[in-house]
């Protein structure tokens, strides 16, 4: 089975542009969580969707927004980039269901943003 | 707050030894689960380990093994017979149970196998 897919791999962007990131989860996963991990540090989280819907936001300004598509798959938007954005974004699908089990988030390779 | 803390910011140990990797973390809930991720100079995150709060009995996979001490705020993780395929950044983490699947992690510790 495939694992956790994104898109693109690497990005390059300037300062005040805004990016796109792309996440398609594993088959059956409806959970997607997005994590930005600056170099030298673990991930932050920054999002949680469930079944289209926001379920959980970490503390990152309203620059950074997402949403979920009727597949489960997700995308990141970032806008009015900052140098301080640069870093590797990644994102995490899991069978979760809001019950009490918390499930094992999977991770994909990662896109590597760079901001000039 | 909820906070991991990895004290050992890199690590090396020779192949076929055991080594130890430490990790506290800081919570007032009762019901929570704590993880180990791999994270190999490829950059893919791969879960190395999982531990529920609520068990006693300390996780073990294969080579892996863990040592909790809920009192203790304390989940470490000891690698057995190290392997050159081991090295990598170890991240601890947390989420508590229900509500989000927010994962804390801690900065990680760098873990070199020597041949």
């Known amino acids: 089975d495939a694992g956790v897919t994104q898109s693109p791999t690497h990005l390059i962007k300037t300062r005040g542009q805004h990016v796109t990131l792309r996440c398609s989860p594993i088959?059956?996963?409806?959970?997607v969580s997005w994590y930005q991990q600056v170099l030298g540090q673990g991930p932050q989280f920054i999002f949680q969707y469930y079944e289209k819907e926001e379920r959980g936001r970490g503390n990152f300004p309203d620059r950074f927004s997402a949403r979920q598509f009727p597949n489960y798959s997700s995308e990141l938007n970032v806008n009015a980039l900052l140098l301080g954005d640069s870093a590797l974004y990644l994102c995490?699908?899991?069978?979760?269901?809001?019950?009490?089990?918390?499930?094992?988030?999977?991770f994909g390779p990662g896109t590597r943003l760079l901001v000039l | 707050a909820q906070t991991v803390t990895q004290s050992q910011p890199e690590m090396s140990v020779q192949e076929a030894e055991t080594v130890t990797l430490s990790c506290t973390y800081d919570t007032s809930e009762s019901n929570y689960y704590l993880f180990w991720y791999k994270q190999p100079p490829s950059r893919q995150m791969i879960l190395v380990i999982r531990q529920e709060a609520y068990k006693q009995q300390n996780a073990t996979e294969n080579r892996f093994s863990v040592n909790f001490q809920k009192a203790a705020k304390s989940f470490s993780l000891k690698i057995s017979d190290s392997q050159l395929g081991d090295t990598a950044m170890y991240f601890c983490a947390f989420t508590p149970q229900g509500g989000s699947e927010k994962l804390v992690f801690g900065k990680g510790t760098k873990l070199t196998v020597n041949p």
């Open positions: 088959s059956g996963h409806k959970s």
């Open positions: 995490a699908s899991s069978q979760w269901t809001g019950y009490a089990v918390q499930e094992t988030q999977y």
